[in-house]
């Protein structure tokens, strides 16, 4: 029996990660003639004709002229907000509203508005009409006309089909042509800005169809020349209509999509997007640019319905409201609405946080709890050795372990591999999620100080008179065997700087190389030992400098520095720095201020004393002198004696 033939294009697709367009076979799609499944507007600039004119300049108002068409009843009232300049109403201005049988409400802040309209105006516009009606014309000429002849000038005209929104600047350009001639496909920007419903959606199903699972498509056609990247989606659906139902957002890869929902839905979008619920910014998939290769991606995610494929042009805003329909409908329950997050959420999260860190030994994980809150209901986080738990505080997740630990692969050139898990536990069940991924090991000098020969435990304080223990390492997948220790040194200032090693070999007094552990996955580690000394009396630094070159036989170096805290453990740290003169000087000086202080105390006391202290009471003065001077004296004393004096 030969070998069987296998189509060459649908493996070569499925190798790409491309869905193969010959699936949308059997699904042709066509227009939506019966209710539409879906309600579909978006905000645009471009209106099917229009112009511009500098010919109401030299008139007494300017004068905009807009003309509604609609291919069927619009479901809600048309509304017109009209703005002015810079927040000036000084120019009156002219509004003519051609939408016949239609509703409006018209808006403005300026209250020397005029307008003229053939629209039903609701209670709640604050501008009314008490012109005259336009006349019933026939023609866009005959329209145009009327307006130059009444009020003598056309700043603006645009035609519209099918608006739900209109929003009108005012303003006139003198750059404008002399006359307001209409184009077509006319860009009526800066001066006007419309949200237009879509009536084009189109829609099909596979003729094998055996589920109800309905796809919905936005198909972004953006020309070359948009500068548009960025598009605001308003999502809304009925309760639990769209729960078999999936989202594909389609458009240029640098666009992003910012999605308000009110829906529980799947989501496939192209380019970036955000969900307003969610903080982070997610990367979204590479899809087709065509209609049968979206087609056929949804019927490659099992959905065989194509409930509504839209093509429309790039825009800042699109609203999208999906209605419930026969073939995609599903019982109503009395649950409530939840968001259903994508199912690569965590992974999405985690890999835009990027939380992990690698030295050429250790792996960090640090989370902030509340940018986990998308993912809701983590109760815990291990790696893939579930024995490395992480930390938990009220605001962090943190997790710290060796890179020859907890399962981490180091396989990968230049790369730790290793799996975060996540318990989630909701309703009394728990889950995990396992989320892969790679820890970039910087491929620099890693330079640390002990302060015992374990090597355990690093520290940034550098003790005089006691041995410090020195590791310098790092990871050279190229031919580690070539790396070399060329220098160090403990530098300090208003010192000699100490030449610790040089070419693998110790320099200088009470300095040793150690043997370093064996070097592993391209791992390369030095040791050396060494002991900081001053001379008595001398400076002692407050801090130092240990900086160390390591590199390859042709001169490739890098460079390590690391800053320590210099410690005296036999003087006081009040002093440290300063020398035996500086101490007893400074000591002097506040002896001599204290006993100059004492004598200014004694000299004030002394002359501010009472006479009849400062001389003694002679035994020949007079004994009324006497009586007297002693009553003063008892008078000063307390209350019993000076009733004794005087009986």
Not at 40 to 46: C, I
Not at 177 to 201: D, K, R, T, W
Request: net charge neutral; glycine share 4%.
């Amino acid at each position: 029996m030969g070998p069987r033939s296998v189509p060459l294009l649908p493996l070569l697709l499925a190798l790409l990660g491309r869905p193969d367009p010959g699936r949308a076979e059997g699904c042709d799609l066509q227009p939506v003639t019966a209710e539409p499944p879906i309600t579909l507007s978006y905000a645009t600039s471009a209106v099917p004709r229009g112009c511009v004119s500098s010919s109401s300049m030299d008139t007494r108002h300017e004068v905009h002229v807009l003309s509604v068409k609609w291919s069927e009843v619009s479901p809600v009232p048309l509304m017109v907000t009209v703005t002015p300049q810079a927040d000036s109403c000084s120019r009156p201005a002219v509004l003519i509203l051609l939408c016949t049988h239609c509703s409006a409400t018209v808006i403005s802040p300026c209250s020397n508005l005029i307008l003229s309209t053939d629209a039903r105006l609701s209670p709640e516009s604050t501008i009314r009409a008490p012109n005259p009606k336009p006349p019933i014309v026939s023609s866009e000429g005959q329209l145009l006309a009327w307006a130059q002849a009444t009020y003598g000038g056309i700043t603006s005209y645009s035609e519209l089909q099918d608006p739900r929104r209109i929003q009108l600047h005012l303003g006139e350009d003198a750059h404008s042509p002399p006359e307001c001639i209409p184009q077509e496909n006319f860009s009526a920007i800066p001066h006007l800005e419309a949200e237009v419903f879509f009536h084009g959606v189109k829609s099909c199903s596979r003729s094998d169809a055996q589920s109800t699972r309905a796809a919905h498509i936005v198909h972004f056609l953006s020309e070359p020349s948009s500068s548009i990247t960025a598009v605001n989606l308003s999502l809304s659906c009925p309760q639990n209509s769209a729960r078999n139902q999936i989202l594909i957002l389609q458009s240029k890869a640098n666009f992003t999509w910012f999605v308000s929902p009110e829906c529980n839905i799947q989501f496939l979008v192209s380019g970036s997007y955000k969900i307003s619920i969610f903080p982070v910014l997610f990367q979204g998939h590479s899809l087709p640019d065509t209609e049968q290769g979206l087609v056929a991606t949804a019927f490659e995610k099992n959905y065989s319905v194509i409930a509504s494929y839209s093509a429309i042009p790039a825009s800042t805003h699109i609203s999208l409201q999906i209605h419930e329909h026969d073939t995609v409908k599903t019982p109503v329950t009395t649950a409530p609405v939840v968001i259903t997050q994508p199912p690569d959420l965590p992974r999405q999260v985690l890999l835009t946080l990027k939380p992990w860190k690698c030295t050429d030994e250790t792996m960090e994980i640090v989370i902030i709890r509340s940018y986990l809150e998308p993912i809701k209901d983590v109760v815990n986080i291990t790696l893939k050795d579930i024995s490395c738990q992480a930390e938990k505080n009220a605001t962090h997740f943190m997790l710290k372990s060796p890179l020859n630990h907890c399962g981490t692969s180091l396989e990968d050139r230049g790369y730790a591999n290793n799996e975060l898990i996540l318990s989630l536990a909701k309703d009394a069940v728990l889950r995990s999620v396992r989320v892969g991924f790679q820890c970039e090991i910087p491929r620099e000098l890693f330079l640390r100080l002990f302060p015992t020969s374990d090597f355990k435990a690093p520290q940034t304080e550098l003790e005089i008179n006691k041995e410090a223990f020195v590791q310098a390492s790092m990871r050279w997948m190229d031919h580690p065997a070539d790396l070399q220790l060329k220098e160090c040194w403990l530098v300090a200032s208003e010192r000699e700087p100490v030449l610790l090693v040089q070419g693998g070999e110790a320099r200088g007094a009470g300095v040793a190389v150690l043997e370093g552990p064996p070097s592993s996955h391209g791992r390369k580690v030095w040791r050396f030992r060494f002991t900081y000394t001053i001379p008595e009396g001398g400076h002692i630094p407050f801090s130092a400098i240990l900086k160390c070159k390591a590199g390859l036989q042709n001169d490739t170096i890098f460079e390590k520095v690391l800053e320590v805290r210099v410690k005296d453990a036999w003087r006081p740290l009040n002093y440290r720095g300063l020398g035996l003169a500086a101490v007893l000087g400074i000591t002097f000086g506040a002896f001599l201020i204290g006993a100059l202080l004492t004598a200014v105390l004694w000299y004030i006391y002394s002359h501010t004393r009472p006479i009849s202290k400062l001389q003694p009471v002679s035994s020949t003065a007079p004994a009324s002198e006497s009586s007297s001077t002693n009553h003063s004296i008892g008078s000063t004393q307390s209350t019993p004696c000076s009733t004794s004096s005087m009986a």
